[in-house]
Structure formats: C-alpha cells, structure tokens
C-alpha cells in the first residue's frame, strides 16, 4: 500500500495545469536545456504535485510538513537534492512510511533546471503569517523561548529570531511549530540524516523535551519581514 501522501501526489500530476502539459510536450531535451529564469516556477510547483504535500504555493502545508514559501532558495535547492538523492531521510510517519520517502518518489519528473525554478519561485514567495497557536502562547512563555534559543547556540547558524541563516541554512522564524519541534527531536536522536544534520547534532542533544517546545513556541511566532 502506498503512503497517502505518494497518492495524493498522484491525483494532483493526472490534474496538472496547462504548465506541465506544455513542458511535457516539449522536444526531448528542451526542458531539461532551458534556464531555471526562463521557466515558470510557480506553475512548475504546482504541476510537479509539490502541493499535494506542502500547499497551494509553498503556503500550506499538510500535517507536520513545512512552510516553503519565503524560505532561502539555495536551502531549498540543496534539500530537494538530498531527498532526491536518498541522502536527507525524515523519521518514520503513522503508517512507518519515511515522510520523505512521497517525495522521493516523485523527484524524478523534475530536472534539475525545474527544480532550480522552483525554489527560486518559493523563495522570492512572501511567508504567511505566523499560525496561531491554541492555547496562545504568552509573553512570558516567548520570551522563555526566546531565551532558550540564544543559550542554546541557535543564532550562531540561524541568525537572531532565526531570520537571517548563514548561507544555505533554513529561515526558521515564522515555521510550523510542530515542524519545528519535530525536527530537533529527531536531530537530537539521530533519526533525521544528511545536510547540516551534523554540525546541529551537538546543539540539539543538549536540549531537553522542555527546552525543544519553547523555542519551537517562540520561532512558530516570529513574524517575517515583507519581502
């Protein structure tokens, strides 16, 4: 049985808009030789069934996958290479499905010139606002938060407020709370494998259950600046 997330993938590629209909007629090779400035990232994130996972524009995304839109392009790009390539494994979903593994198993439509397009397309994407949380947050638990984050050594890649990374570093600040907290869960635990899993993995093991929910409060609150 496949997951349900490699379904979905499947319902939104036999639906695909007029975007991938054009690429697919093209002359063999022509895709794959156009720039990533001359093709339509946008419509390619949506007939590449990307947002049958993580939303209508990068916007939405389903259960604990992450908010793409205004995320760093060369982040963007080296991750999609690395679940790709096998190299970048999540933990483990309901079903014991990697939930990596959906889009995995769909990189192969892409060239490397369409996805190059595409995280370009999301990163120039302006991040919604912070999702709500119930119960809300107060102002002493943010600032905890906060706090946890700066003693933890998180600034030292991820900037302050978790918006401005070092190069090739995710944007953290305005993420999906539950996101983030389940992805320094499975760095402290080895789970999560490939990228810069390895220069975190000191940080994160000295952050306790406590510590990971806090700072996962405070950076899910973080407004973005308008691009």
């Known amino acids: 049985m496949k997951p349900i997330h490699c379904i979905a993938a499947l319902v939104f590629l036999a639906a695909a808009p007029a975007a991938y209909a054009q690429t697919a007629g093209a002359p063999q090779g022509e895709a ?3 720039s990533p400035a001359a093709l339509d ?3 390619l994130f949506r007939a590449k069934t990307c947002v049958a996972c993580h939303g209508r524009d990068g916007m939405k995304p389903i259960l604990t996958y992450p908010v793409l839109a205004g995320q760093d392009s060369k982040y963007l790009l080296e991750q999609i290479g690395a679940i790709a390539d096998g190299t970048r494994v999540a ?4 079903r014991g499905y990697p939930r990596t593994q959906g889009m995995k198993d769909i990189m192969h439509l892409a060239s490397p010139e369409e ?3 595409i995280a370009n397309f999301l990163a120039s994407e302006a991040a919604p606002k912070p999702v709500a949380l119930n119960p809300a947050p107060d102002a002493e638990r943010l600032a905890a938060g906060k706090e946890a984050y700066l003693k933890g050594g998180c600034t030292t890649c991820h900037g302050p407020d978790g918006l401005k990374p ?3 570093y995710p944007l953290l600040g305005g993420q999906k709370r539950d996101y983030l907290a389940l992805q320094m869960t499975e760095i402290r635990g080895g789970i999560r494998k490939g990228g810069k899993v390895t220069a975190m993995l000191p940080f994160a093991k000295k952050l306790d259950d406590a510590k990971i929910g806090l700072i996962a409060d405070y950076l899910s609150q973080v407004e973005r600046s308008p691009k």
């Open 32 to 34: 794959a030789a156009a």
């Open 41 to 43: 990232g946008k419509s």
């Open 91 to 94: 933990g483990p979903d309901d």
């Open 115 to 117: 996805r190059a397009a």
């Open 166 to 168: 070092l190069a090739a």
